[in-house]
């Protein structure tokens, strides 16, 4: 007989190791926080040029802003937070 606690049936081992590890939550959120500045740069470089705004430009901010959304998700947590509660 095993006293680990066990996973829900739903959730795979590694989803169970980056809920408990904080550096890697911050290391993974932080690369997209990063990844969308990156793109919202390059969306910026080309407004900057003083072109005409395009649906391509606007379709990167919105890119760019989901991305360091999803990173912002990925270091608060807020499912394990919530799953921690009951």
Not at 36 to 65: E, W
Request: charged share 15%; glycine share 10%; aromatic share 6%.
């Amino acid at each position: 007989m095993s006293t680990a606690p066990e996973a829900p049936p739903g959730e795979s081992k590694t989803r169970q190791m980056m809920k408990n590890c904080w550096s890697c939550r911050l290391i993974s959120g932080g690369g997209l926080i990063l990844s969308g500045a990156y793109v919202f740069h390059s969306a910026r470089r080309v407004m900057q040029q003083g072109t005409l705004m395009s649906m391509g430009t606007v379709a990167q901010i919105t890119f760019a802003a989901s991305l360091a959304a999803w990173g912002l998700v990925i270091i608060a947590d807020p499912l394990g937070k919530a799953q921690k509660k009951t």
